[in-house]
């Protein structure tokens, strides 16, 4: 099915079972632990082996030798895989430093071998009897003192520079001006459940049950590094414990276990351990970022010029953290700029939304210290430069763009008039203050397929190689298959995770839901088609509701339609460019209260509101959930979540759930959702965006907002620790 204009009237418009709250279909799964995590294949693991890697001790160099013949001996091993012996690997797409390394070492930890053995405690056993050699190169292990030697970064998606008007004299002339530096830190996803994989082959056939949020994207990756044949790899990832971007690439388990259980010619599982996941896989990267903003007096923004620093290895790219600066606020005089140092750190990659979640970290302080020099409210100078169409390309119109809304409904339900002066509320020891910050992400879309096949007992299944990452993809998929074909939702199965299934939007970007669902819709009035039709009944006019099929007074039951067999359709939906005629993006406003002591320095959030406009909600609970799960992590950014560089050596230090601190919800006491009532006809036949990452990007700086507000101290290096406050 194409989508290539605005949706018109259709039967998820019905909104019976989608946009209704209802709890995950795969709960009971997982609280009775018959949902399948990717270590925990116990059937096929009876025959499994168990591999542990072995990452580098150093950060650049090479390996002058690597001993392990010891390794071998100890008991119970089955195989040592190296660069040495794994034969000729490809180099996949989407990682920059190889994923098993070998003699040159690109980065700390990168694997360089893997020990199969009998048992998991024998393999770390014999781990520990490899002995290798290094000659340590130089590296550039530091942000900061590469600063000057960063380029304009090639290539990628997003060009680097942008230039409207004539930024240079607008900044020169403007009645007030704000220029400050903001300084983001290197971050790690932290998701709970690690990176796993269990290999096996069958033949030349290689089946890998893995954790994994892209599985036509990995199921490429794997053939690429392998040197096989696509058609030759299967992934199964039907549950993930969190992905935020970590496992939107293959990484060196899924590789290492493939080539494990080739060696061992058996079934291998392969977990990175926790402390080598922080320096093997891939994390946000710091970024220096210059703001400078010149407003009117009466509130206007005339200039508006960010400007981005970030590293990464040899060949990687940017943070994206000028993106949301480029659509966010209107004035006339632009510029924006990214800038890419070479650093041998461990690779950067997208987290948890990338691009924006560190760009507004910067941005929407520095939104806040203009409004600040304006003597204006921060509210309402974001209302003063709301603007509805793309400031870059002013042709280019907002599909919606409701932020005023959410500013304004924010504002009243949050109590945000009884707002006060700087450093002028204390209860006790704590310095109360509010915050507030835009939330923005853009909303894309990814050609998304499924497969639906409607029984002879009147059941249907819906298979998809979508993923769910802990956020509700299952329930979605059912409520849309329900509402599309006039069924329960409990006559709904959904079978994801699966590369044999039909390639699909997968999870990341916040793109997952709205494309999902929309690919799922697709096939569903495909087999709508196909059943009237068998039935001689007109499509065009035939009614699905309450499991039957109804036209010109005929009625069938969805079971009578299948008969003895199956009906099974397979669709996909593919988008035209009606995303680049309009912007899809999402919107909210985040607000937040906190206590800071007035000793310590320690902050405490208290209460969190988030007032969100991000087309059709599909399920409301859901869409609270993954928003108060964001926000949790936007308090992490503000506070805590910080990867500290040893400069000399080369690596993340604190490289556990010990040194490297996330919040939970017990952290803070009330989290508000709101989501304005919206369906957005311009993003799908579902009428939906996403809203996963929007409940983050901006919330780190309403909590720095809201600090300064406390204290009338003004931080703008991330994160806000207690030293910085003091
Ligand atoms: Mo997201 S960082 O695209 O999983």
């Not at 304009?152 to 004299?169: E, R, S």
């Not at 070479?342 to 203009?370: F, K, Q, S, V």
């Not at 400031?391 to 500013?407: M, N, W, Y």
């Not at 036949?685 to 600090?707: D, H, Q, R, S, T």
Request: hydrophobic letters at 40%; charged letters at 25%.
């Amino acid at each position: 099915m194409k989508f290539d204009t605005p949706a018109g009237q259709n039967p998820i418009d019905a909104m019976r079972v989608v946009g209704q709250p209802l709890d995950r279909i795969d709960g009971p799964h997982k609280v009775t632990g018959t949902a399948h995590y990717a270590y925990e294949w116990h059937d096929v693991t009876e025959r499994a082996a168990y591999g542990h890697v072995i990452g580098a001790g150093i950060a650049k160099g090479r390996i002058a030798s690597i001993d392990t013949s010891a390794a071998e001996r100890a008991p119970g091993v089955l195989a040592v895989v190296t660069a040495q012996n794994a034969g000729k690997l490809g180099q996949g797409r989407m990682n920059t430093a190889k994923l098993l390394g070998g003699p040159e070492i690109q980065h700390y930890h990168q694997a360089i071998a893997l020990v199969v053995a009998d048992t998991f405690e024998q393999a770390r056993a014999a781990a520990s009897l490899v002995r290798v050699v290094y000659t340590r190169g130089r590296g550039r292990f530091s942000l900061e003192a590469e600063k000057d030697n960063a380029v304009k970064p090639q290539g990628g998606d997003t060009p680097a520079d942008t230039v409207v008007g004539d930024f240079d004299a607008a900044f020169a002339s403007a009645e007030v001006t704000l220029d400050e530096t903001y300084t983001t830190p290197d971050q790690s996803h932290a998701m709970m459940e690690p990176m796993a994989s269990l290999a096996e082959w069958d033949g030349d056939k290689l089946t890998i049950w893995t954790s994994n949020q892209m599985i036509a994207w990995g199921k490429g990756e794997v053939a690429r590094t392998l040197g096989i044949a696509p058609d030759k790899v299967r992934l199964v990832s039907p549950y993930i414990g969190g992905g935020f971007g970590g496992k939107l690439f293959v990484r060196a388990d899924a590789v290492l276990a493939a080539l494990g259980a080739k060696a061992a010619k058996r079934a291998v599982k392969v977990a990175l351990h926790r402390p080598l996941i922080a320096n093997n896989t891939t994390h946000r990267p710091a970024t220096l970022q210059r703001i400078r903003i010149g407003a009117n007096k009466d509130g206007r923004i005339t200039a508006m010029g960010h400007e981005s620093w970030s590293g990464d290895l040899e060949g990687g790219g940017p943070e994206v953290a000028v993106q949301q600066t480029r659509l966010l606020y209107a004035g006339e005089h632009r510029m924006s700029k990214m800038r890419l140092a070479t650093l041998d750190l461990p690779e950067g990659n997208a987290m948890r939304a990338p691009g924006e979640t560190p760009g507004m970290m910067a941005l929407e302080i520095a939104i806040d210290e203009i409004a600040d020099k304006l003597g204006m409210d921060p509210v309402e100078f974001r209302i003063r430069n709301d603007t509805q169409v793309d400031p870059e390309k002013p042709e280019r119109p907002f599909s919606q763009r409701q932020f005023v809304e959410c500013l304004r409904q924010g504002a009243e339900k949050f109590g945000w008039d009884a707002r006060k002066a700087h450093g002028s509320v204390r209860e006790g020891r704590w310095l109360i203050g509010m915050g507030v910050a835009a939330g923005f992400r853009n909303a894309p879309v990814m050609k998304s397929g499924a497969r639906v096949r409607l029984d002879g007992d009147g059941r249907v299944t819906v298979e998809t190689d979508m993923t769910d990452i802990g956020t509700g993809s299952y329930t979605i998929i059912a409520q849309t298959a329900a509402e599309t074909l006039g069924l329960p939702i409990g006559s709904i199965d959904v079978k994801l995770g699966d590369s044999d299934f039909p390639a699909s939007a997968g999870s990341g970007g916040q793109w997952g839901a709205n494309s999902a669902t929309a690919g799922v819709y697709a096939a569903c009035m495909k087999l709508r088609e196909v059943v009237a039709t068998k039935l001689e009944l007109d499509p065009a006019t035939a009614e699905f509701a309450d499991g039957k099929v109804s036209a010109g007074g005929k009625s069938v039951s969805l079971a009578d339609a299948a008969g003895d067999g199956q009906i099974v359709v397979e669709d996909a939906i593919e988008f035209g460019d009606l995303d680049k005629q309009k912007v899809l993006s999402t919107f909210a406003a985040h607000f937040a209260e906190v206590g800071v002591d007035v000793h310590t320095g320690e902050t405490r959030v208290r209460r969190m509101l988030s007032v969100a406009a991000a087309g059709r909600i599909l399920n409301p609970k859901q869409a609270r959930s993954q928003m108060i799960g964001a926000m949790t992590m936007g308090v992490g950014a503000a506070l805590s979540e910080e990867l500290a560089v040893d400069t000399t050596m080369g690596f993340f230090v604190n490289h556990d759930l010990a040194g490297y601190e996330v919040p939970v919800h017990a952290d803070i006491p009330v989290q508000e959702v709101v989501f304005l009532d919206e369906a957005d006809a311009d993003s799908s036949p579902m009428k939906a965006k996403g809203v996963g990452e929007l409940g983050l990007c901006g919330v780190p700086a309403a909590i720095a907002n809201a600090i300064h507000n406390a204290t009338g101290v003004r931080v703008r290096e991330y994160p806000i620790t207690l030293e910085k406050v003091i």
